[in-house]
């Protein structure tokens, strides 16, 4: 009879044999300090945008259901225009750590792939 799994277990004498060399983790996928220091920098862009998403998304629906209700309605607005400044300070920032290191010659990628072509 054929089985699709291996019912024997290996006899080995140690956990290496058995499972390989661990390599212990670097911390957000990275072994240097600017590696590090881009990857989180992605990260809080990441986050900051999908923050003022939500902020878009529910000041939306604030909006839809204020009804008559002119204070519901200007604090809305206000979420509104606050997200998408906070949009445009995050595309401005990412622009600018994009141009700067550009100019400083800097080959590793800022926020993953999103790099400009080189100059």
Do not use: C, H, R
């Not at 909006?63 to 604090?75: E, R, T």
């Not at 445009?88 to 990412?94: E, F, L, P, S, Y």
């Amino acid at each position: 009879m054929l089985l699709a799994q291996n019912t024997s277990i290996p006899s080995t004498n140690s956990t290496e044999e058995a499972i390989g060399k661990i390599k212990s983790p670097d911390f957000i996928g990275s072994n240097t300090l600017g590696s590090f220091i881009s990857n989180v920098y992605a990260a809080a862009l990441t986050i900051a945008g999908i923050v003022l998403f939500i902020m878009l998304i529910t000041a939306s629906f604030k909006w839809m259901g204020s009804g008559d209700d002119i204070k519901a309605k200007a604090s809305a607005q206000s979420t509104i225009i606050n997200a998408i400044i906070g949009i445009v300070i995050i595309v401005v920032a990412w622009s600018l750590t994009v141009i700067i290191g550009q100019f400083l010659g800097i080959s590793e990628n800022i926020l993953g792939n999103l790099i400009f072509g080189k100059p």
